[in-house]
């Protein structure tokens, strides 16, 4: 007989509105890590500080993805920390791109606090945030 693990029900994060974010995050992995693959393939010379952090925010985006589908209080702390940094990284690059607009040759994910992308960068680490909260408490 092969064990499995059984994960108790609070450790599910992917119930309920968990699916989402999920989703939503799966979104913009594609997004950011396509858009910034063809940008720092094609034009990195021209504004390699905005290519590079849409890279990150991709894999970012890809890590808490990953931590949210594979559920358990580690990977929900990890989460935690991950859409923490996440925020604080667009509302740096958003302050900073709205104080500054000549300060980054072309956007980035996160410019304007994701004005780009309907501003779900500013809004999924929020949702994320109290999401896992609310799983913690669960």
Not at 54 to 61: E, K, M, Q
Not at 70 to 81: C, I, K, P, S
């Amino acid at each position: 007989m092969v064990a499995t693990e059984e994960k108790p029900a609070g450790a599910r994060l992917i119930s309920g509105p968990g699916i989402l974010l999920v989703w939503l995050y799966g979104v913009m992995v594609v997004g950011a890590v396509s858009r910034s693959a063809y940008q720092i393939a094609t034009e990195f010379d021209r504004a390699p500080l905005p290519y590079t952090l849409s890279a990150l925010a991709g894999l970012v985006y890809g890590f808490i993805t990953y931590t949210l589908v594979r559920g358990g209080e580690t990977a929900r702390r990890a989460a935690v920390v991950c859409c923490a940094a996440e925020l604080v990284g667009v509302l740096t690059v958003g302050t900073w791109t709205m104080a500054d607009p000549s300060a980054f040759h072309d956007a980035t994910v996160w410019s304007d606090f994701g004005m780009g992308y309907l501003f779900i960068p500013v809004l999924l680490p929020l949702s994320a945030l109290y999401w896992l909260r609310r799983a913690r408490t669960a």
